[in-house]
C-alpha cells in the first residue's frame, strides 16, 4: 500500500495496489465546494493516467458522503470546474470508478456516485436528490443518468419529490449495485479490484428503460397538481423526460440552464431562507444544547385530541408515555381515540400493524396521577383554563420527583401564572404543540420567567427527538404563531366590513400558495371557539378598539362553521358554497358601522394580510418573544400551512418591500387603532 500526496487539501489519495482511493474531507458535510470539485476532478484524472492504477474508488471521511452543492456558493459566480464537468469526468474515466457512500448522498453527491460506474452503500446510508426542495432541479446530470438506471417512474419520483431513500430501496431500484455489509471501505476496493479489465457501464450511455407512456402522463400531472405553485418539482419533471428525447449531454445542457435560471427566482430564495432559518433556529446565544437531561420516561395529562395526539408523537419517537385522565370514562375514550389513531395508520399503509402495536406497548393511558412519579418529564394538555391549569401544576409538583420536568401546552395562557404554585418554578417550560400533534411538525417551545437553561434545551430535545422543527419563544399572549395569528384574523374579518367577500379573501390566499383561505380554515376549525374565547374577554376589551361583530352574529344564529352545516360558507351540498345568511350578515354589520363597500384586488388583500402579520412579527422581535425574524417564518411554514416556498410572513413582507408594508400598516393604524400601531422594529428595517 502506498499514499500520494496530492496538493488538494480536501482531497487525498491513498493507493491500495492497483486501486486508487480518493477520499474527500470538507467538513462538516463534504459540501461539493470548488476545492472538492476541483481537486477530485484532478484526482481522478491523474489516477486515470498512471498506469499503475487499474480502478478508482471515490469516497469521503467524516459524518458523511457528498451532501450536494456548497449552499454558501449559490448566489456567486460558478466558478470552474463546475459540477457537471466534475461529473463527465468521472464518467469518461476509462478505469472502473466506484462510488462508496455512508452517510447520506444527496444533490450534486449522488450525482458523483450516478456518474461513478459502480455504486455501493453502507446499509444506514441513505441517497436522494433534494435539489427541488430548495427550489431548484438537478444540475450535474442527475435527471439523466437517474432515469436511465432506474427507469422514468422511479426518477420522476425521486427528483420530483426530493425524497430520501435508504439502501434497501436504493438497490430494488437499481440505483446503486451493492450494500456494504459491515466494511465499506474494503468492500468498495475489492468491487473495484473485480471490475478491473472488464467492460465499463457508464450510466449516461444506458437506454431508458420500456415505460408505460399513458403511467407516466398520469405521474407528471399528479407532480404538477401536488407542487401546487411551486415551480422546481415540475421544471424537475421536464428536465427527466429528457432523457427520453435526446442525449445525455444534451439533457445535462437543458439542466444547467434550468438550475442557473431558478436559482434567481423568489421560490428558491425562499426556500433556501427556509434552510437556513431551520439551522438557525436552534442557537440560541447562552444556550447550550448539551445540557438538556436525559429523557426516557414522559407523562401527558389529558387524552383529548391534544393529549393523545402528543403520546402518539411520544410514543413514534421512542418513549414510554403515561397518559392520565381525570376518571377512567375518560381514561377509556382516550384508549379509544390513541387505538383508532394508529389503526388509522395502519390502514393508510404508513407503518405495519406489528410496529403500531409496539408503540401502542409503549402508551399506558390510566386515570391515577401518582403514576408520574418516575417520569422525567410532564406535559399537560388540558382544558386552556387558568385555574385548571394552576390547580393541576400545585397538584403535580407535589406527585413527581423534584428534577421532574412540567411542560404546559398552553396556547394562549402565560406559564408565568400557570407555575404560579409551583415549587421549582425553575422546570417549568411551555411546550405548545399544533394539532394534530403527531403530525404537525411545529413545537413552540417556551421560556417562562424562571426555566432552568437546562429545562429549555431538555424541551427542545426531546422536540427534536420528535421530529419537530423547535422555536423558541417568550411570554406573551399566543406566543409567536397565535399572535400574529390573531392580527391576521382580524384584518380578515375587517375587509369583510369593508366591501371583499370571504371567497375573494380565501381566493386571494389560496392562489397565493396556503392550502385553505382564512374563511375556509376557520370555518373548518369551528367559530365557536374562538366566540367563547371573545365572550370571555368581553369584560376587558378596549372600547375603542375596532371591533368586527360578524363572526358573534353568524355564532348567534347558529353558524359555527363545517360542523354545523353553515358558517362563512354553506356546505349543505358537501362542498363550501357562498352563504346567503353570511352575507347578509356582513352586508348588516357594515352598514352599521356606515363604512363605504369598496373593491379589494387579490393583490390589495395579500398586503393588507402580510403587512399585519409582519407588524405583529416585528413587535415580538421588539420585546424579545421571537428571537429572529426568520424563526417567525419557520412558525408559519411549520405550524399554519404556509408553503415553504413563500418562505414565511417576513420573508414576504421584504418581498413585497417594506416600505410599501409600512405604509399599509400606517393605514391600518389610522383606520383600525391603536392594536395596530407601527412597530418601530418594522419602521427601523424599511428605513435601513
Ligand atoms: N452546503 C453547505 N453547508 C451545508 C450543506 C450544503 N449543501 N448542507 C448542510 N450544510 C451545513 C449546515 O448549514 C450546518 O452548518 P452549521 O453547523 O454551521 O449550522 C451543517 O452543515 C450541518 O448540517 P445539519 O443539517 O445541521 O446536519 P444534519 O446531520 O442534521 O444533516 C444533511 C446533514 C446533509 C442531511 C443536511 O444538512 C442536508 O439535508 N443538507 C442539504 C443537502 C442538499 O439539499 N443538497 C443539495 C443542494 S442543491
Known sequence: MSSTDNANPVITRRDDGAIAILTADNPPVNATSLAVRSGLKAAVETADADPAIGAIVIACAGRTFFAGADVNEFGRPPQKPILFELCNAIEACSKPVVAAFHGTALGGGFEIALASHQRIMKADARAGMPEVLLGLTPGAGGTQRLPRLIGLPAALDLITSGRQIKAQEALKLGSIDAIAESDLLGEAIAMARAAIGKPIRRSGDLDVPAYDAAA????????????????????????????????TQEGIAAEREAFLRLMDTEQSKALRHIFAAERQALKIDGLDLSSAREVRHIGVVGAGIMGSGISIAMADAGYSVTVVERDEEAASKGRERIGGTYARTVKSGRIAQAVADERLARINVGHDANAFTNCDLVIEAVFDDLQVKQELFERLSGIVRDDCILATNTSYLNPNDIAAHVAHKERVVGMHF??????????????????????????????????????????????IGNRIYASYRKQCEFMLEEGATPTEIDAAMESFGLPMGPFRAFDLSGLDISWALRKRQAATRDPAARYCVIPDRLCEAGQFGQKSGAGYYNYASGKPVPDAKAADIIEQAAKEKGLPRKTFSADDIRRRLIAAM????????????????????????????????????????RVMGL??????????????????????????????
Not at 407542487?227 to 422546481?232: L, N, P
Request: hydrophobic share 45%; net charge negative; proline share 3%.
Open 216 to 247: 407516466v402522463e398520469e405521474q407528471l400531472a399528479a407532480v404538477k397538481k401536488k407542487a401546487r405553485g411551486q415551480t422546481s418539482p415540475v421544471e424537475a419533471a421536464t428536465l427527466v423526460m429528457n432523457a427520453v428525447k435526446g442525449s
Open 434 to 479: 399544533f394539532a394534530p400533534a403527531n403530525i404537525m411538525k411545529l413545537l413552540e417551545v417556551v421560556r417562562a420567567e424562571h426555566t432552568a437553561p437546562e429545562v429549555l434545551a431538555t424541551a427542545i430535545a426531546v422536540g427534536k427527538r420528535l421530529g419537530k422543527q423547535c422555536v423558541v419563544a417568550g411570554v406573551c399572549t399566543g406566543f
Open 614 to 653: 409582519a407588524n405583529e412579527g416585528g413587535k415580538e422581535l421588539e420585546e424579545g418573544v421571537a428571537l429572529r425574524e426568520s424563526d417567525i417564518d419557520l412558525v408559519f411554514t411549520n405550524g399554519y400551512g404556509w408553503p415553504k416556498w413563500r418562505g414565511g410572513p417576513m420573508f414576504q413582507a
Open 659 to 688: 416600505e410599501k408594508i409600512v405604509a399599509e400598516v400606517r393605514e391600518m393604524q389610522a383606520r383600525d387603532g391603536s392594536e395596530f400601531t407601527l412597530s418601530s422594529w418594522l419602521e427601523a428595517q424599511a428605513q435601513s
